[in-house]
């Protein structure tokens, strides 16, 4: 039992969005080591048919199986949305994911107003959140959005001035005015751009609106998970962090680094990296600190 306890922990997203799910993990669970596979050569999977979408996570999963992992975190909303029921057919381990952790977030910072989900164009079209927020709760409704500008800004690191605040109240508007009290940030790349999210909603319901970061309640569910099944690891030392990604395109690191909130080399980066003398990398900060990443098929 003490292997399956010291595995890594399985994470995986259609990109890097996902990072914002290890970033909490690394804070909530910081003794596990984790392997994390973004899909960056087929993302966006939010634009994908259902079939397309279980396919692709069938594939990620088992090359995280490969890599001998105990339990798999789908760290993407889309995902979790239309092939988590398959994923847990096919797959023998545990998986969790997004969606109702941060449904049950929602519920209980809502207290019976209506809860407003921003996510994907997939995500809002599945009815996943409503379902999952009905397992929960019959008297809370859900109203959605689809806010796919917010991704854009997210992953060009546009997340502070008037552009990003100027989008994020064009979609929260008819959630507001739908009665939302409460906001969930149903897509990894939002967490980035909650502070305009914030200020936004509270401004347009003329007060304080919670806002629930589904990365931060998935990560409290694995946790809790690990925990109650016997899983979590039993090393003290800090867990280690591997990066897998389908491409590594040039703008890699420095997307990367804003979703996880740590470096991360990139191609160019390592090449210098072993051609350097002095242990520093163009921006004066140590490789030695930064998280590699591995490029692979699936």
Same mark, same amino acid.
């Given at each position: 039992?003490?292997?399956?306890?010291?595995?890594?922990?399985?994470?995986?997203?259609?990109g890097l969005g996902g990072l914002t799910v290890v970033r909490a993990l690394r804070r909530r669970c910081p003794a596990e080591d984790i392997v994390y596979l973004g899909d960056t050569a087929r993302?966006?999977?939010?634009?994908?048919?259902?079939?397309?979408?279980?396919?692709?996570?069938?594939?990620?999963?088992?090359?995280?199986i490969r890599r001998g992992v105990k339990a798999i975190v789908v760290a993407c909303n889309t995902v979790s949305a239309v092939a988590i029921d398959m994923l847990r057919v096919e797959l023998d381990l545990p998986v969790l994911g997004v969606i109702l952790p941060g449904a049950r977030a929602a519920v209980a910072a809502s207290r019976g107003a209506t809860i407003g989900v921003l996510g994907t164009a997939g995500t809002i079209a599945s009815g996943a959140y409503?379902? !999952?927020?009905?397992? #929960?709760? *019959?008297?809370?409704?859900?109203? =959605?959005?689809?806010?796919?500008l917010l991704v854009s800004l997210a992953e060009e690191g546009w997340v502070e001035g008037e552009v990003p605040r100027l989008v994020a109240r064009r979609y929260l508007e008819p959630l507001i005015h739908a009665g939302a009290r409460?906001?969930?940030?149903?897509?990894?790349?939002?967490?980035?751009?909650?502070?305009p999210i914030e200020a936004e909603a509270a401004a347009l319901a003329g007060?304080?609106?919670?806002?629930?970061?589904?990365?931060?309640?998935?990560?409290?569910?694995?946790?809790?998970?690990? !925990?109650?099944?016997? #899983?979590? *690891?039993?090393?003290?030392?800090? =867990?280690?962090?591997?990066?897998?990604?389908?491409?590594?395109?040039?703008?890699?690191?420095?997307?990367?680094a804003r979703f996880l909130g740590e470096p991360v080399l990139g191609g160019e980066d390592r090449s210098s990296t072993q051609a350097g003398q002095d242990g520093q990398d163009g921006a004066g900060r140590s490789p030695l600190n930064a998280i590699d990443v591995e490029q692979i098929d699936l």
């Open positions: 039992m003490t292997g399956a306890r010291d595995a890594p922990l399985g994470v995986f997203d259609s993302v966006p999977y939010g634009t994908r048919s259902p079939e397309t979408v279980v396919r692709y996570a069938l594939g990620c999963a088992r090359v995280l409503p379902r !999952a927020v009905a397992s #929960l709760s *019959t008297r809370t409704e859900v109203a =959605g959005q689809a806010a796919p409460s906001i969930v940030l149903g897509c990894t790349h939002f967490p980035l751009l909650r502070a007060g304080p609106v919670p806002i629930v970061d589904s990365a931060s309640a998935t990560a409290d569910d694995a946790a809790a998970f690990l !925990a109650e099944r016997g #899983l979590a *690891t039993s090393r003290g030392a800090p =867990g280690g962090l591997s990066l897998l990604v389908t491409d590594l395109p040039k703008s890699f690191a420095a997307v990367a």
